[in-house]
């Protein structure tokens, strides 16, 4: 009985070594996305995947429970059901694309496509796309792409098109329309002059008007500056550390100008996300929030499908080189390992994912805005989106590039969260930046 | 009994061979990589371009690792002192023989299994909320409103509210190791103390204590190298963007190796293979000077 008993323990401890010998070679940060969600087919070790019948393998950023992965599972069924191709869908997770997809394809794994944000893609990734021109103009790829995000696409790669995108997403203030009404707010406030204004009468009518989060708090300053001095400009004070910058006084005295009159949430400095969407905004204490277009989604749970979402782009401010025709906006985009011997099969699937059907099924099941320009409707919740993203032309960059230096961000989230919560002066955020202390 | 030296080189080389991979080469190779600018951290050594010790040099003249080295420290040293002294307060009473002491073990062990994601989530969006938090109802239910409106996650208290946090989910860990290292203790010392007319303290301090050098050495040592690489309750208290009041030389290595959350920031990997390389002569050096400091060999139990 012992021995076998050692023979069986001795089989389950060899068997799982030789099948892990096969496959590609990791840091422990891709074994975790390893652990994370393979679905279908995947065994470990796919560099047996047939090459005879064309499999494309994908890697996806999202989750199997997301409705952005139940859509995309769906659609992968169906695709292979119309034309025979098959698809070995993987979910990887944020976590699993961000820090285990290129160590993966440095081993000589095999992934034909993958999915990640714009800038992630075509910047972190770029050495590993390849370039779509060709295929695009095959299927006649442009006819219905939506031209502002493919010329964003273009832009980041320096001009070529290496990514297809999905999932667009805007970044401006999002707001809750019932209590504007209740204010007797009309309009939405183009100018800075205009958002006080229509602060003072939220104020008066007992709610919160601006809230934010300690995740996204660095967008507000990143804005405000990038209103009035331009994204370039944004970036060369970060990272060549120019605080003297008069944008820079400017936005500390709007910011403590917001605080001092009572204009920006109590809990400002404290929220740690989600807790001032989820419990301020969500819960219709609070009427404003600097945000992007998957909000909506994030909070639908809480709201409850009665809530009057409403969207306007950062005001423009006085003397400021941009306006309101300039946000951050971007998409999850789909790229094509530049080694894929399934290249064609794989664009294949990304127009099946990125049109028609299964687009308009991603935009309605994930509150999310439609990638193909003939599926005119939009969500409800996001029909205040369509006006605002028609009107951009000008692209920022995350937080308008405030965040382009690694090793200045903490410092200027700290400062910003002080600032807005009362602790410190105009004056003492310029010199706590100047110093490069919080 | 013979011994075989054919025998022994077979059952050593596996052992010797699955070491040198798992731990050896990536040691060595972090090392190397320490001197080097790589920007995918799997890049091929033909990629690495030699940078000698500007990777230190960076380190040693960025505020922010500064800031994260601070931090890391702060925790080490009061957060230790905490979770040691409270971890063997309770080992100290679990031992003196009170009732339902599985029950209490398993109760101050329970956060140790508990993911750290749950329990960070728990700590902020329920313990320090400032609308309907734990902290919150207490003190407002104490009158005590100045102590009420504290916002426990804004800049001046982050550091604090995680800390404590933290040591929290500890205790439990290194009360294991107390409790382990006082029953090892021969009962008849203590029996010779009480016949003796020794109280409890007296008893603490002359018996129990010294006789637990070796196991101080083992709980600073397991202490070190766990809050060396403290990571996951950093990002839990700040969510995508990185704070300085919760920033950690592993966060920062994180930062630098995958580049920061949303914006697309440089990436080094030397430079994160730099940061593990200091932080591991930092544990060393811990470790080097218990050693010095603690000899427990000259007590015979």
């Known amino acids: 009985m012992k021995k076998i008993l050692a023979l069986v323990l001795t089989a389950c401890m060899v068997v799982p070594m030789t099948a892990c010998a096969g496959t590609a070679a990791t840091t422990t940060a891709a074994s975790t996305s390893a652990a994370a969600d393979s679905t279908t087919t995947a065994a470990d070790g796919t560099d047996a995947?047939?090459?005879?019948?064309?499999?494309?393998v994908y890697w996806s950023m999202w989750e199997s429970t997301e409705p952005q992965g139940q859509v995309i599972a769906k659609a992968v069924e169906a695709f292979t059901a119309e034309t025979g191709i098959k698809v070995d869908l993987q979910f990887k997770g944020r976590t699993g694309i961000r820090e285990g997809l290129t160590p993966a394809m440095d081993a000589g794994t095999v992934i034909d496509m993958f999915d990640e944000d714009i800038d992630r893609v075509n910047t972190a990734f770029a050495d590993y796309t390849m370039d779509l021109e060709k295929l695009s103009a095959k299927y006649d790829y442009e006819a219905t792409a939506n031209p502002g995000l493919i010329a964003a696409c273009r832009?980041?790669?320096?001009?070529?098109?290496?990514?297809?995108?999905?999932?667009?997403?805007?970044?401006?203030?999002?707001?809750?329309?019932?209590?504007?009404?209740?204010?007797?707010?009309?309009?939405?406030?183009?100018?800075?002059?205009?958002?006080?204004?229509?602060?003072?009468?939220?104020?008066?009518?007992?709610?919160t008007p601006i809230t934010c989060d300690d995740a996204y708090i660095t967008c507000m300053i990143g804005y405000h500056l990038?209103?009035?001095?331009?994204?370039?400009?944004?970036?060369?004070?970060?990272?060549?550390?120019?605080?003297?910058?008069?944008?820079?006084?400017?936005?500390a005295i709007d910011y403590a100008e917001l605080y001092s009159l009572g204009y920006l949430s109590a809990n400002i400095s404290g929220?740690?996300?989600?807790?001032?969407?989820?419990?301020?905004?969500?819960?219709?204490?609070?009427?404003?929030?600097?945000?992007?277009?998957?909000?909506?989604?994030?909070?639908?749970?809480?709201?409850?499908?009665?809530?009057?979402?409403?969207?306007?782009?950062?005001?423009?401010?006085?003397?400021?080189?941009?306006?309101?025709?300039?946000?951050?906006y971007g998409a999850q985009v789909m790229a094509i390992n530049k080694d894929s011997k399934v290249s064609d099969e794989a664009f294949q699937l990304i127009c099946y994912l990125t049109?028609?059907?299964?687009?308009?099924?991603?935009?309605?099941?994930?509150?999310?805005?439609?990638?193909d320009t003939s599926n005119t409707q939009w969500p409800v919740m996001l029909s205040d989106v369509q006006p605002v993203m028609a009107a951009l032309t000008t692209r920022y960059s995350w937080a308008a590039g405030v965040e382009s230096n690694a090793d200045m961000t903490a410092v200027i989230k700290a400062n910003v969260l002080n600032l807005c919560g009362g602790n410190i002066t105009a004056d003492e955020f310029v010199a706590n930046m100047k110093a490069g202390k919080s | 009994m013979k011994k075989n030296r054919g025998m022994i080189v077979a059952f050593v080389t596996p052992a010797l061979i699955i070491f040198s991979i798992i731990f050896l080469y990536p040691i060595i190779r972090t090392i190397l990589m320490s001197f080097y600018k790589i920007e995918n951290v799997t890049d091929s050594m033909s990629e690495w371009s030699f940078s000698g010790l500007a990777n230190f040099n960076k380190l040693l003249t960025t505020p922010l690792f500064g800031t994260a080295m601070w931090n890391l420290f702060r925790i080490w040293f009061i957060g230790g002192i905490i979770v040691m002294s409270t971890g063997l307060l309770f080992a100290v009473i679990l031992t003196s023989g009170i009732r339902f002491k599985r029950a209490f073990r398993a109760i101050i062990y329970m956060p140790n299994i508990v993911s750290a994601v749950a329990l960070a989530t728990m700590w902020l969006q329920y313990v320090y909320s400032p609308k309907y938090g734990l902290l919150k109802d207490i003190f407002t239910?104490?009158?005590?409103?100045?102590?009420?409106?504290?916002?426990?996650?804004?800049?001046n208290h982050k550091f604090w509210a995680l800390l404590f946090a933290y040591c929290?989910?500890?205790?439990?860990?290194?009360?294991?190791?107390?409790?382990?290292?006082?029953?090892?203790i021969g009962v008849e010392y203590f029996e010779a103390c009480t016949i003796d007319g020794a109280n409890k303290f007296q008893q603490f301090r002359h018996i129990t204590l010294p006789l637990l050098k070796g196991v101080v050495k083992t709980n600073i040592t397991m202490w070190s190298v766990t809050s060396v690489a403290f990571?996951?309750?950093?990002?839990?208290?700040?969510?995508?963007?990185?704070?300085?009041?919760?920033?950690?030389?592993?966060?920062?290595?994180?930062?630098?190796?995958?580049?920061?959350?949303?914006?697309?920031?440089?990436?080094?990997?030397?430079?994160g293979a730099a940061i593990g390389v200091v932080l591991s002569v930092c544990v060393v050096c811990i470790f080097v000077l218990t050693n010095k400091l603690l000899k427990d060999d000259d007590y015979e139990i």
Request: aromatic residues 12%; charged residues 15%.
């Open chain 1, 49 to 56: 995947a047939a090459q005879s019948d064309a499999t494309v």
């Open chain 1, 155 to 207: 832009d980041v790669a320096d001009g070529t098109l290496k990514s297809i995108p999905y999932q667009p997403n805007v970044f401006a203030f999002f707001y809750n329309k019932a209590i504007f009404t209740e204010a007797g707010v009309t309009g939405v406030p183009a100018t800075w002059a205009e958002l006080l204004d229509a602060c003072a009468k939220i104020k008066a009518a007992g709610y």
């Open chain 1, 226 to 251: 990038a209103r009035l001095v331009g994204e370039e400009a944004v970036v060369d004070i970060v990272t060549n550390n120019k605080w003297d910058d008069p944008a820079v006084a400017q936005f």
């Open chain 1, 271 to 328: 929220n740690v996300w989600p807790a001032g969407q989820n419990t301020e905004l969500a819960l219709g204490e609070a009427a404003m929030y600097l945000n992007g277009s998957w909000l909506p989604n994030e909070v639908k749970d809480i709201t409850g499908p009665d809530f009057s979402w409403g969207c306007f782009s950062y005001p423009a401010l006085a003397g400021g080189v941009t306006g309101t025709e300039a946000a951050n």
């Open chain 1, 355 to 371: 049109q028609g059907e299964y687009d308009q099924m991603m935009s309605v099941e994930s509150v999310g805005i439609p990638a």
């Open chain 2, 141 to 155: 239910f104490l009158h005590l409103d100045s102590l009420a409106s504290i916002q426990w996650t804004d800049t």
């Open chain 2, 168 to 184: 929290f989910g500890m205790v439990g860990y290194h009360m294991l190791i107390w409790l382990s290292g006082i029953e090892r």
């Open chain 2, 231 to 271: 990571f996951v309750w950093s990002q839990l208290f700040s969510m995508v963007t990185t704070d300085t009041t919760t920033i950690t030389p592993m966060v920062y290595m994180y930062m630098q190796v995958f580049g920061a959350g949303n914006a697309m920031t440089e990436r080094n990997a030397g430079l």
